[in-house]
């Protein structure tokens, strides 16, 4: 079993930054992908950014892209998103995921989940 922990949000006005932080512990992996995803109230849980935590690689979603930075702690135990600029529509929980294999878009696909954190920007 892995277990997630996610810390790090809060209340910001927009155009302000927040900084999330994932720490995982329990089962280690040699390939393994950790990922950010979000849900607003009413809306479907979807894809914000993923890092291959093996290789380095990242990707994000467009709506994100530019403003949001994905990054991994020196021990790739914890994840961190790095959220500047940010807008009324990043408001949201936000979700720490562990994939065992390659980076994916798809919820589904992921393994173990955080509890979430709760982001609220105001406009």
């Known amino acids: 079993q892995v277990q997630l922990v996610e810390s790090g949000g809060g209340l910001v006005q927009a155009g302000g930054s927040l900084r999330l932080s994932c720490a995982a512990s329990?089962?280690?992996?040699?390939?393994?992908?950790m990922d950010w995803f979000r849900q607003a109230p009413g809306k479907e849980r979807e894809f914000v950014a993923a890092?291959?935590?093996?290789?380095?690689?990242?990707y994000y979603a467009d709506s994100v892209k530019g403003r949001f930075t994905i990054s991994r702690g020196n021990g790739k135990n914890t994840v961190y998103l790095q959220m500047n600029n940010l807008k009324a529509e990043d408001t949201a929980v936000y979700y720490c995921?562990?994939?065992?294999?390659?980076?994916?878009?798809?919820?589904?696909?992921?393994?173990?989940w955080g509890q979430g954190t709760q982001v609220t920007v105001s406009s």
């Open positions: 995921a562990v994939r065992v294999g390659d980076m994916s878009t798809t919820a589904l696909f992921y393994d173990y």
């Open positions: 329990g089962r280690t992996f040699s390939s393994y992908a």
């Open positions: 890092i291959n935590v093996s290789g380095g690689g990242t």
